[in-house]
């Protein structure tokens, strides 16, 4: 009898994790599909992956308008949107794992904000000094690192880091940030200010394959370094306290997360402004499903926060065609809710 508990408990978190993935796969799959055939010029599903083996061989005619939609706009912003949905989600799942709470978030904590702000910095210094097109993104990254560490002293008390001064944390970093964006939006010049525009409210449409050629990389090396964090993750659930017992350095892992978040939010920020509540909503998701354990946590985040992401894209790109609704105040309207819906639940527990 008492074997067969555990057996069922096994068989079911098993079943629920299939649907997971599943149900990940398919949101990802259905979206990329709809992004690619969907908008002002609509594309046959049968003719896609003919013209994009066409376009790998080097034999597609460069002429015809099918081709130069889906290899000059459509690919490029699916990518995009699949490698920052990805790193949003995952930024998501190890903030609410170092702070060991579900409504932590990158851009609820500031992070994103200074992320804004550096990239602001940098997009004015560029213009005036010429700077490289990664130069946006260094300052981006420095900014965010800035915020996340401001944001954690602030929240830090003797007993821990706790919700209500992490979240007002937050709160005033956002604001500062904002306040400080507002005076570089009367301060810049013409093609500054169209630039700093498109940062605050977020969209997919500057993708292009130089773009991409620097923004995948970084995302894709921040994933891979941050996927081994599930162990001491899942430990640090257990409280900080018996975490060290059982060998986890907390100031080395808090410099990881913290680094890596700051480095990524930095390099998805620039390359796409704000889009903001994906890294709230898809670790939510997954733990609806799976539980908090973070060696499945963190993959399936980036997965659904790729999803939800390139879904999202879609859905700003049609609903009011031929206009193109801002992406980020789409993804902080539909998240908004969720936002206040765990707020609640967090208050009655």
Do not use: K, Y
């Not at 007993?159 to 507002?182: D, F, H, K, P, Q």
């Not at 018996?242 to 939010?265: E, I, P, Q, W």
């Amino acid at each position: 009898m008492n074997q067969a508990i555990p057996d069922r408990a096994t068989q079911i978190v098993s079943r629920r994790s299939s649907i997971l993935w599943l149900g990940a796969g398919g949101l990802l799959a259905v979206a990329s599909v709809a992004g690619l055939v969907l908008g002002p010029i609509r594309i046959p599903v049968a003719a896609v992956p003919g013209i994009a083996w066409n376009a790998l061989a080097g034999t597609a005619e460069t002429s015809d308008l099918h081709h130069q939609v889906l290899a000059q706009l459509r690919f490029p912003r699916l990518l995009l949107g699949m490698v920052v949905g990805g790193a949003l989600g995952l930024c998501g799942a190890l903030t609410q794992g170092w702070f060991r709470n579900p409504l932590a978030d990158p851009g609820l904590l500031g992070i994103s904000s200074g992320a804004a702000l550096g990239t602001a910095v940098g997009l004015i210094a560029g213009h005036a000094l010429n700077l490289p097109d990664w130069g946006p993104g260094a300052f981006a990254m420095g900014f965010g690192l800035l915020a996340s560490a401001l944001v954690h002293g602030l929240g830090a008390s003797g007993r821990g880091t706790g919700v209500t001064r992490l979240i007002l944390a937050g709160i005033a970093v956002n604001a500062l940030a904002g306040s400080a964006m507002g005076l570089l939006l009367t301060l810049a010049d013409d093609a500054a200010l169209r630039d700093l525009t498109f940062w605050t409210l977020g969209s997919l449409g500057g993708a292009t394959w130089p773009l991409l050629g620097w923004v995948a990389p970084c995302l894709l090396v921040g994933m891979v370094l941050a996927m081994p964090l599930w162990r001491p993750l899942d430990a640090l659930l257990l409280g900080e306290a018996t975490a060290a017992h059982l060998g986890v350095d907390l100031l080395a892992l808090r410099r990881r997360v913290v680094v890596l978040v700051s480095a990524m939010m930095g390099v998805a920020v620039c390359a796409t402004g704000l889009i903001g509540f994906v890294g709230l909503a898809a670790p939510h998701l997954v733990r609806l499903l799976a539980g908090p354990r973070h060696r499945v946590l963190l993959p399936a985040a980036t997965l659904v926060g790729a999803g939800l992401t390139v879904g999202a894209d879609v859905i700003a790109r049609t609903a009011a065609a031929p206009l193109e609704l801002p992406l980020g105040a789409l993804t902080t309207l539909l998240g908004g809710p969720l936002f206040l819906h765990l707020l609640r639940r967090e208050g009655e527990r």
